[in-house]
Structures are given as C-alpha cells and as structure tokens.
C-alpha cells in the first residue's frame, strides 16, 4: 500500500492500545487483504452514514470491487466521492481465567481513499485479476465473459491513500490471584478450510472435478496475490 506517512492522526491514530497498531507492515497489511476476502465501504449519502460489504481484491496499492451496473452505491462510488474501508479476521478465541479478560486474536485494518470506474482492456483485466484473486486457478477453466456480461458488470479500482493496521497475538492476560486458580486459560485458534466440493444438481456426468477445486479440496482457505 501506499505511504501513510502524512496520514490525518484523527483518522489514524489509535485512541487506546496503541502497541497493537503497526501501521508500517505492509507485507502483514496484505495478507490480511487477500485473507479477509469481504470489506465493508463506508461513505455518506445526503448526509447519512451508509456502509455496504462488497468481495475486494488487492492489487498492488489498489483494491478491486466489481458488482451491478445497477448497483446504486457502486455508481456513486465511481463518482470518486471519499471512500473507507474496514476489513478484519478473527484468527482465535483468546480463554482467560474470567469471562473480563476473554478476548479474540484478530487482525483488522481501516482504509482511506476513493475509487475510478475502470472501461476497455483495463476493465477485462481488472476482472481477470479478481477472478484470480478469488478462485484461484479457475480462470484457465471457464469461458471468457460475453459481451452482454461485460456490459452488466461495473469494475471500480479503489485508489487508497491512507491505512492503518492492528493485530492482536496476545496470551491470557490474569491478575495473580486467577492464575492460582483451577480454570484452563490458552488460546483456542480459529482456522477455515476449503471443505468437499458439492457438485451442482444439473452437472452432467461424467465431468471430473475442475484441478482447480481439487488443489483447494480441504486445504486452508488462503489467497494467492491477484495475477
């Protein structure tokens, strides 16, 4: 991402728990962007709050969103109006000796800037890219969009600007007194699998299963940087 050295300390700097903001780790920044896969935009429509979950992929500095031509919050957004973006994971319950000092391992990330409507070749590589970064190997399978599903899909590049990234990795955080208790304290981590495929009720027989899905078939769900 972009240099956030001259970012707006209100809109980037941590009110509490500073120590878990590391706003220089880019390489960590992506991963949690290509891992969290949904963002959820927020902008101000006649002067109200609106935020809408879309599926996003990184690509270099920029972000990638594609939906509807009729979508309305799309449209507006490729009018270039301010745009922020929150995305987060939760990667483990974190089990303390007391319900208070329970908490989660997460890591979660606030993006600032606008986006551009994308047309022509930069438009079809654009949706090359997030086909890429969603489903991993499956571009090379399928046919290339027609004509009339170019026309019905809009393609926003999300230019960002500014960021900031927060993790949490910490342990059970107990006052003495709990420790010397009997309750089990740890961290319960929380991964997710690609589990078995399931076949579409109108799929001929005889098709095998697509090398793409077989590759993904009970692994961990992670993504490969777009291209």
Avoid at 49 to 56: E, G, K, L, Y
Avoid at 125 to 147: F, I, K, M, Q
């Amino acid at each position: 991402m972009r240099d956030n050295g001259g970012m707006s300390p209100n809109r980037t700097t941590p009110a509490r728990m500073p120590d878990r903001v590391n706003s220089d780790d880019r390489d960590a920044l992506e991963k949690l962007l290509r891992d969290a896969v949904v963002g959820h935009f927020g902008f101000v429509e006649e002067n109200r709050p609106v935020v809408m979950p879309i599926a996003f992929v990184p690509d270099g500095d920029d972000l990638l969103l594609h939906g509807s031509t009729g979508s309305w919050w799309l449209r507006r957004l490729a009018t270039g109006i301010p745009v922020t973006v929150s995305v987060a994971t939760v990667d483990g319950l974190v089990l303390a000796r007391s319900a208070f000092e329970s908490s989660m391992r997460y890591r979660s990330a606030v993006l600032f800037g606008a986006c551009s409507r994308l047309d022509g070749d930069d438009k079809t590589a654009a949706l090359d890219l997030v086909t890429a970064g969603l489903l991993p190997g499956r571009l090379p399978e399928v046919r290339a969009n027609s004509r009339k599903e170019l026309a019905a899909t809009l393609v926003l590049r999300m230019h960002v600007d500014e960021w900031t990234y927060k993790v949490s990795t910490q342990w059970p955080d107990d006052p003495d007194e709990d420790v010397a208790g009997d309750a089990w304290a740890g961290v319960l981590p929380i991964v997710t699998t690609y589990g078995e495929p399931l076949p579409a009720p109108d799929l001929r027989e005889g098709i095998p299963l697509a090398p793409s899905v077989e590759r993904l078939r009970g692994t961990l769900r992670t993504f490969p940087l777009a291209g």
